[in-house]
């Protein structure tokens, strides 16, 4: 910790720095003036500004550029602003930090586009395993909790250094505030070396992983984070009144029914459990985990179908139950749950996001969830059309057309799937034709006698169909999320005969959960590892799940691999388009805004990005369906 030390001038800085090819770095930051009060305004890049810089290129030393403190000597902004920004799109120098999206987010609300080779240290924690079986968690990852458990150095926490005051109240001379900012370089270059050293030992491939795919899609994800999503804030208050006047009339009609019992906001209360099945005796059709009466949609749908068949006088109660409910959704989640996170600088939302939050590596986002966004087919109130394009731009979305299905084919090398997709055909037909036994032309034609039914029972099918799905639950599937009801014979013969017409997939699977359960794992086709200790259990259940999550771990791994490795070569190609706006990513789906004008471009350039050969065995073609509108429910498909 003695090597630790002040520089207020750039020579310094490069004298440093001079010649090292992997550099750490680290930003400390506080609110601007306006935003002092406000505890969380330190973390917002509309909010806050850098007050010293940190680089390590040798373990155990590491320099403090102070930028902004209040006491002591800073450096030249403007001239260290510069040689900063060339550091960070240096392309021949590997930058290190702990969580970079931060950094990134923070060097973007200044015009600085973070290039690689970059390394986030918290994904590659991620990537490595705490014991046998079980990789690290996000909250398992933290600098000082992985800077004791690794190397027995206790650092001292920012509450403890700052007592109550912003990092830029701090003498920037004091030993503490340089020992505060430079071990947090250091300790970033000594995970990157001793995680480096883990995976050579035991993980080859997860340094790939973290090198190539998962560092520099951290880097876009503190993009997407700065620009945020723009909101139409008198649309969504206008809907607003408009749900709570629904769900009053509702509950009054409710109330008609059962007079004065409490059912809260979501009818799940005790006295509402209460008088269903001890005041009116209804049959408990589901149970929770604790095995106690439960009361969630499924179970409304359940007590409905029963009361349908036996007592036909309760089932507009159930009704109007699940509507209430379905508006009380709406409005907490997509209404009041938005309204809370608008930045009161930008009037944008701006979600935490998450590149390694689920065992397969697709992304997520919290604070809120705008990923979980209602279909336009199942939103009363255009949950869609609150996100909404600033004047003289659009919204543009590029998604990938059926990426699953096509890494399915790919993997199982089924030759009717295969065909399909190399000469542009309908997978959906071709399902259609192999498990009701008609032609693929008869299966495409819309007039033919089932069509739309057929259709949609194959689209079901195909979407389960990698993944090990049962009869009865293609059955629960076709009745819950298609409005089909079919017996569980019909079920059986379906996926009979999905397994006979395709014969790759039975192979495929059979020979994956044979794998699986000699190595106790799975990996995608870049080598993304899940380890899955339950395919060996006594238990079928746990067996069962895990062998289905061995099928599921190559495809829809694979396809979040190829979808971060078109996000790499748009971050690439992000400085010179700084009109090309990164704001959201959900599921295959990635969303910018962009100037009108400049629309055939984006597409363009985004479809180039996505469409590329993610790598050298994959035969397969991709395809990046384009569409943009002013707000993001109203977007058409955008044809050339």
């Not at 450096?75 to 931060?102: C, E, G, P, W």
């Not at 000594?190 to 998962?214: S, T």
């Not at 059926?402 to 190399?422: A, H, N, P, W």
């Amino acid at each position: 910790m003695e090597n630790y030390r002040l520089v207020t001038t750039l020579q310094e800085l490069r004298n440093y720095l001079a010649g090292a090819e992997v550099v750490a770095f680290d930003f400390e930051t506080s609110p601007d003036e306006k935003y002092r009060e406000d505890a969380k305004a330190a973390l917002d890049p509309h909010r806050a500004h850098i007050v010293g810089v940190s680089f390590s290129v040798e373990e155990g030393t590491g320099v403090y550029v102070p930028v902004a403190h209040r006491v002591g000597t800073n450096i030249d902004r403007d001239t260290f602003i510069r040689y900063l920004t060339a550091f960070l799109t240096d392309t021949t120098v590997t930058k290190v930090a702990h969580n970079i999206a931060f950094e990134s987010s923070m060097a973007y609300a200044m015009g600085i586009v973070i290039q690689a080779p970059v390394y986030d240290t918290i994904c590659a924690a991620q990537m490595s395993l705490k014991n046998d079986y079980e990789f690290r968690k996000l909250q398992e990852s933290g600098l000082k909790r992985l800077a004791e458990e690794l190397f027995g150095e206790p650092l001292p926490s920012f509450s403890a250094v700052t007592n109550g005051r912003h990092f830029d109240e701090l003498d920037a001379r004091d030993k503490a505030t340089i020992r505060y900012g430079s071990a947090d370089a250091d300790f970033a270059l000594r995970l990157y070396h001793a995680f480096n050293d883990w995976f050579d030992r035991y993980l080859p491939r997860h340094r790939y992983i973290v090198e190539e795919i998962e560092s520099p899609t951290a880097v876009y994800l503190g993009i997407m984070k700065t620009n945020g999503i723009p909101i139409d804030l008198p649309l969504m208050q206008k809907r607003k009144v408009e749900a709570e006047a629904e769900m009053a009339r509702i509950r009054k009609e409710i109330e008609f029914l059962i007079g004065d019992v409490p059912i809260g906001a979501n009818c799940s209360t005790q006295a509402f459990k209460k008088y269903l099945y001890t005041d009116l005796g209804l049959p408990v059709l589901k149970t929770t985990e604790e095995g106690r009466e439960a009361a969630d949609d499924m179970t409304m749908i359940l007590l409905k179908e029963w009361c349908d068949v036996h007592r036909p006088e309760l089932s507009p109660l159930f009704t109007l139950v699940q509507e209430y409910r379905k508006w009380c959704k709406i409005k907490s989640t997509y209404i009041d749950g938005y309204l809370k996170y608008i930045n009161p600088v930008t009037g944008c939302i701006h979600p935490d996001l998450f590149a390694l939050s689920t065992d397969t590596g697709r992304m997520n986002s919290c604070n809120p969830n705008c990923q979980n966004m209602p279909r336009k087919t199942n939103d009363p109130i255009g949950v869609r059309n609150f996100i909404k394009a600033p004047d003289g731009c659009l919204i543009l979305s590029l998604d990938f057309s059926q990426i699953e299905l096509r890494v399915g084919s790919f993997y199982c090398r089924d030759e009717k799937m295969l065909e399909t997709y190399r000469n542009g055909g309908d997978i959906h037909a071709q399902t259609t034709s192999v498990i009701f036994g008609v032609s693929y032309k008869e299966a495409q034609d819309k007039h033919s006698a089932n069509y739309k039914e057929h259709r949609t029972i194959a689209k079901n099918v195909n979407f389960g169909t990698f993944y090990g799905l049962f009869p009865r639950g293609l059955q629960k599937t076709l009745k819950f999320k298609a409005g089909i009801d079919r017996s569980l014979r019909d079920c059986e013969a379906i996926l009979s005969n999905l397994k006979a017409g395709y014969k790759g997939l039975t192979a495929w699977q059979a020979e994956t959960k044979a794998i699986a359960a000699k190595r106790m794992y799975y990996e995608t086709w870049l080598g993304r590892r899940r380890y899955l200790p339950g395919i060996a259990s006594d238990d079928w259940g746990k067996k069962s799940f895990a062998e289905r999550c061995a099928l599921n771990t190559p495809i829809q791994g694979t396809a979040a691999d190829i979808l971060k490795l078109a996000i790499t070569r748009i971050l690439t190609g992000l400085p010179e388009r700084e009109w090309l706006r990164p704001i959201l990513q959900i599921h295959d789906e990635l969303t910018f805004i962009i100037p009108q004008d400049r629309l055939s471009e984006a597409v363009v350039f985004v479809r180039q990005c996505m469409e590329e050969k993610p790598f050298p065995e994959f035969d397969l073609p991709l395809i990046a369906e384009a569409s943009a509108g002013p707000t993001f429910g109203t977007m058409e498909e955008w044809e050339e």
